[in-house]
């Protein structure tokens, strides 16, 4: 359902919008290193952050948790999941965006969405890991700090 209601027609947008931007927008030649960089970077920043809050809450609210229980998850899942994943979906856009034509790369994205819903899943319900506490304490030592 998630991708069904989000990734399907939003991707289907953010993927001709972000590669007609760069090319026309900013002018810059198709397939270049600076072209793949640059969508791959807005991609990270943009879409990848955007991506984990709405599954996030997806998954809360259709297993039907109070928006209070809701918003604990999220701040509780939000920035691990967002680190490792981090250090993935670069990778997998980097190869996407310089040699996967643009009419067929939500269908790649998509494959691997599979992969990463199973994971967000997962760490969905490991609900207070110790790594997650840990992750907790590095945003708790940073509120400490300032």
Request: glycine letters at 8%; hydrophobic letters at 50%.
């Amino acid at each position: 359902m998630f991708g069904l209601a989000f990734v399907g027609p939003v991707g289907h947008f953010w993927y001709q919008g972000l590669d007609r931007f760069i090319k026309q927008g900013l002018k810059m030649p198709p397939k270049s290193v600076r072209f793949v960089a640059t969508k791959v970077a807005v991609d990270g920043i943009i879409f990848g952050p955007l991506d984990l809050f709405v599954f996030f809450t997806y998954m809360g609210f259709s297993t039907g948790k109070s928006v209070e229980q809701v918003k604990e998850d999220v701040k509780r899942d939000f920035l691990p999941a967002l680190v490792l994943e981090g250090g993935v979906w670069p990778l997998l856009q980097v190869a996407n965006f310089r040699f996967v034509p643009l009419q067929y790369q939500l269908l790649y994205v998509n494959t691997f969405c599979l992969i990463d819903s199973a994971f967000l899943s997962w760490i969905d319900q490991q609900e207070d890991a110790a790594w997650k506490k840990w992750f907790k304490s590095l945003l708790t030592f940073e509120k400490k700090e300032q």
